[in-house]
């Protein structure tokens, strides 16, 4: 049994009620992306079942085993050569942030007769290494996900830049999901999952606190 996933959820519902918000009103997402199984394996046992993961082929390798008995979640950048594996292997994917994706997102998901839930990525930091949609795209991004290609928008991330006080990409990407009708929040990570609690957060993804620096 892990000390660190006893000690994560517990500051989860601690900064949950500091915000006014049900213990169990954010879900933890643990970020296995490079951990060897012997660091996963105490969280696993320990009870945690909803995991992040960057990569899909690297996902299939470390989850194949255990694959019925997770929610697993891409929070990586997918490319457009790679959908087909992502809507057969994931539950969630967090990284829809452009048009030629959705577009084959939505084929594939009516090929595959199989709909993973879908969260938009938002650049709230307009970093140009980072992946996601510009906030000033994201309303006609997202309506066009429901409109032109069928989505169902369940959720949106972000990323905030390193060297920021995230609160204020916390916030922003909060008020483009009530603005579009948008439920499910996911942002915060091991440094900043308080934080995000605070501004909102649904799902929270935390890695190095989890399981270690990889
Ligand atoms: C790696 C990663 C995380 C986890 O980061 P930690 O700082 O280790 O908690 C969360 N979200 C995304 C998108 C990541 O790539």
């Given at each position: 049994m892990s000390e660190a996933l006893i000690s994560i959820r517990s500051r989860i519902a601690a900064a949950s009620l500091a915000a006014g918000?049900?213990?169990?009103a954010v879900q933890l997402v643990a970020v296995?992306?490079?951990?060897p199984w012997d660091h996963i394996a105490p969280v696993f046992d320990g009870g945690q079942r909803v995991f992040g993961e960057n990569r899909v082929q690297e996902a299939k390798e470390r989850w194949a085993q255990h694959r019925g008995q997770i929610e697993l979640r891409l929070i990586g950048p997918l490319q457009t050569n790679k959908a087909r594996d992502a809507v057969a292997f994931f539950?969630?994917?967090e990284t829809l942030d452009r048009e030629k994706l959705a577009r084959v997102l939505a084929d594939e998901i009516q090929a595959q007769g199989k709909a993973p839930r879908l969260y938009v990525q938002v650049n709230t930091g307009e970093e140009p290494q980072k992946a996601g949609i510009i906030p000033a795209e994201a309303d006609a991004f997202v309506a066009a996900c429901r409109?032109?290609?069928?989505?169902?928008?369940e959720g949106l991330m972000c990323i905030p830049p390193?060297?920021?006080?995230p609160a204020p990409h916390f916030r922003m990407l909060a008020d483009i999901a009530a603005r579009n009708g948008v439920a499910k929040l996911s942002m915060g990570m091991s440094d900043d999952f308080e934080v995000a609690v605070a501004c909102g957060a649904t799902s929270v993804r935390v890695g190095s606190a989890l399981f270690g620096s990889r």
């Open positions: 918000r049900p213990a169990d296995s992306k490079l951990q539950d969630v994917i409109e032109t290609y069928g989505l169902n928008v390193a060297d920021e006080d």
